[in-house]
C-alpha cells in the first residue's frame, strides 16, 4: 500500500525555518490537490495550506505571509517552506494527497518543535 513519507521536521528557534517535503512511497494514479495539515497536543487538526495541481494555493489565516507551499508534479512531491516561525507553530504536521477519484492518502506526520 503506498504511503506519504515526510521529512524535514525538527527543533528550531523562534524566528528560524523549515522546509517540510512529503513524497509518496510508490505510484499514486491522478493526484489532485496535496496539502499540509497540522495537529498541535490538545487541539484538533487543521490545515495549514493547500495547492491544487493547476498550482492554486491557499493558506490558512495565521501562516499567511510566513509560509509557503509548492509542489513538484514530475515527482509527485509536496513542499511546505516555512519562515518567522513561532512557537504556536508547534504540531505534528501532516501531508495529504487528494485525488481525481477524491481517495485520500495521509503521512504519518513530522513533528516541528518551535523553542528557545
Known amino acids: 500500500q503506498v504511503q506519504l513519507v515526510e521529512s524535514g521536521g525538527g527543533l528550531v528557534q523562534p524566528g528560524g525555518s523549515l522546509r517540510l517535503s512529503c513524497a509518496p512511497s510508490g505510484s499514486i494514479f491522478g493526484i489532485n490537490t496535496m496539502g499540509w495539515y497540522r495537529q498541535a497536543v490538545g487541539k484538533q487538526r487543521e490545515v495549514v495550506a493547500i495547492i491544487t495541481r493547476g498550482g492554486t494555493t491557499n493558506y490558512a489565516e495565521f501562516v499567511k505571509g510566513r509560509f509557503t507551499i509548492s509542489r513538484d508534479n514530475a515527482k509527485n512531491t509536496l513542499y511546505l517552506q516555512m519562515s518567522s516561525l513561532k512557537p504556536e507553530d508547534t504540531a505534528v504536521y501532516y501531508c495529504?494527497?487528494?485525488?481525481?477519484?477524491?481517495?485520500?492518502?495521509w503521512g504519518q506526520g513530522t513533528q516541528v518543535t518551535v523553542s528557545s
Open positions: 495529504s494527497i487528494t485525488t481525481w477519484r477524491r481517495e485520500d492518502y
